[in-house]
């Protein structure tokens, strides 16, 4: 009985709303900025201007919904724009967040050789919020913010096992240290490369791989929680930097933090903004 009472309560016990409304504000933001960049390239993504490989060629990649006419362009682009900022400010929250959703899901399987990780992890987050209660009095049932917390936890968890599993980050030292000299090279990582000695990559190398894989424990030990967020900040900071248009998953990733921080520390930290409760 017990366990069963901590289990209802882990998925549905009213929590603060504070923070899954920080988490939208911040995550639909990125979602802006990441779409205002892309979307200098909408005509090739969504309509016949650009290449989409027949489903006789390639089944996975090609159009998996109908191109956009060129002429709806615009429209839709609008209708994308303007429910992702009015989801932001509060208007017509719930509406506004399947617009957004249905928005990118159209954009993601239009195209899916553009379509990025990133559009997956949108679709899922909108998802999410549009789904989520109505917050009474401040508060609301907490099944949202548990799914978007063990998300985050299985992505670095499994991206650190996979590293192990397949890749050669324990039995090599010079992993990222080549990985940064690849397509995604900035010109920081090449200054970088110049400048830092091979045991500085090496570090950041191993660090990289802790901290995906005690992920979970950094983040769900409350003592440890500070220092999870240090290390995950600084991770993406780096590939920020050194990636090449990686800055919007490292933005993304970030906005996840907001829903393992004190609701009392979102509220002063509104309240200093002007952003409200």
Known sequence: MKLAAAWNSFWFGEIPAIRLATFQQGILFTLVFYLIERWRFAAEWLTTAGYHPSAALDPTYSPQLPLLPGAW??????????S?????????????????????????????????TLNRLYMFILLILALAPAVR????????????QIHLLVHYLSAGACKVRYGDWVTRDDVLWMQVQGVYMTDAAAFLVRTLPGWAWTIQQHMALGFELFAPLLFLVRRLRWLGILLGVGLHLVVALTMYHLIYFSLQMMCFYFLFVDASILEKGRARLGLGS
């Open 137 to 148: 009095d401040g508060r609301q049932a907490a099944w949202p913010v548990r799914m978007m």
């Open 73 to 82: 362009l615009t429209a839709f682009g609008v209708v994308l724009f303007a």
């Open 84 to 116: 992702v900022v009015l989801a932001i400010f509060g208007v017509l929250r719930r509406v506004m967040l399947w617009l957004a959703f249905v928005g990118v899901v159209v954009v993601t399987h239009v195209d899916p050789v553009s379509a990025f």
